[in-house]
């Protein structure tokens, strides 16, 4: 059973400030999610299985052989920019 205390300290680490009724919110929350997680550990998965086969065996996929493809220069002079035969793209991450 979890207690507002660790949730407050979870909540201090973390640099959040909660209200007293946040705190309790969270603290059931945890709990319900800490219930679930018992009742899917005592899930007895060899049942469901047999119940629900997939009917996709590795016999039925295709071979992972390697294909002729197109040549990385005429792939690249469809891309607006290319430097050094790689697509080059707008920095996103600093």
């Known amino acids: 059973m979890q207690d507002t ?3 407050s300290y979870l909540a201090e680490l ?3 400030n909660m209200s007293d009724a946040e705190l309790l919110q969270a603290a059931g929350d945890m709990n319900d999610i ?3 997680m018992d009742s899917i550990k005592d899930f007895q998965v060899d049942e469901a ?3 629900t086969e997939s009917g996709v065996y590795y016999d039925d996929l295709r071979a992972d052989n390697a294909r002729p493809s ?3 220069d005429e792939i690249l002079k469809n891309s607006e920019k290319a430097k ?3 697509f080059t793209v ?3 991450v600093e």
């Open 70 to 72: 197109f040549e990385r």
């Open 49 to 51: 299985l047999a119940d």
């Open 14 to 16: 973390s640099k959040i």
């Open 34 to 36: 800490i219930n679930l």
């Open 5 to 7: 205390k660790l949730i």
């Open 90 to 92: 707008p920095k996103i």
């Open 84 to 86: 050094g035969g790689f």
